[in-house]
């Protein structure tokens, strides 16, 4: 297990290097690798723990270097990670309620009341936002699929998010990736791209407990 743990910990402090390592062994299919992992990412409950925006900062400064063409990268990711947010939502339409039946410890009825609340307050831009949140953005398109969103206003912000999302780390990575600074101490910037990342949902749960507290 710790062996696995340091495993995880290399893949995303190292991201750089591992990436260069597979594009040098697969060459074109490469690109079909990047495209299974934000797809699954994005699209699979179960997977929340791969790598997304590092793997997409990193694969722009590859880009940079002319390891992959830019423009396919932004249409292959862009792909990926609005067909994975799309199959997520219908996984949570189909079989989420089913989930939901019971009364389970993790998995209670009063949590999808919550979800479909927080949906209807915040709407779309609960899906757009989520995709700056790891792990977060795994989760809420499922959950907008068990919450029964609207479709229609779904695919609209999935399609703005998912290309939002793309945009900002893979261009981001592209022009900035290949600084001297950068490179010496990428691990350092994946550990702070993660920690910013959490700070919105670092903040939603500070303010849940805070009403929480203010009404009892």
Do not use: C
Request: charged share 15%; no cysteine; glycine share 6%.
């Amino acid at each position: 297990m710790t062996e696995i743990l340091r495993q995880v910990v290399d893949l995303f402090l190292n991201i750089d290097q591992n990436l260069a390592r597979i594009v040098a062994n697969f060459g074109v299919w490469s690109y079909a690798l990047l495209f299974l992992v934000i797809f699954m990412e994005t699209g699979l409950v179960v997977t929340p723990f791969l790598p997304g925006d590092s793997l997409i900062f990193a694969a722009g400064a590859l880009a940079a270097s002319n390891a992959f063409s830019i423009l396919w990268l932004f249409i292959l990711l862009v792909a990926a990670a609005i067909i994975g947010d799309t199959v997520n939502y219908w996984i949570g339409h189909y079989i989420g309620p089913r989930v939901f039946e019971g009364n389970h410890r993790l998995l209670k009825k009063e949590y999808l009341h919550k979800a479909q609340a927080f949906y209807d307050k915040h709407g779309g831009a609960a899906i757009v936002l989520a995709r700056f949140v790891p792990i977060v953005r795994t989760f809420a398109p499922f959950v907008a699929g068990v919450s029964k969103m609207n479709y229609s206003q779904f695919i609209y912000y999935n399609i703005m998010g998912g290309a939002f999302w793309v945009t900002l780390f893979l261009f981001t990575g592209y022009f900035f990736g290949n600084l001297p600074w950068v490179k010496h101490n990428f691990e350092y910037l994946i550990i702070a791209i993660v920690l910013i990342s959490v700070v919105p949902m670092a903040i939603e749960v500070y303010k849940a407990k805070t009403d929480k507290h203010h009404y009892d």
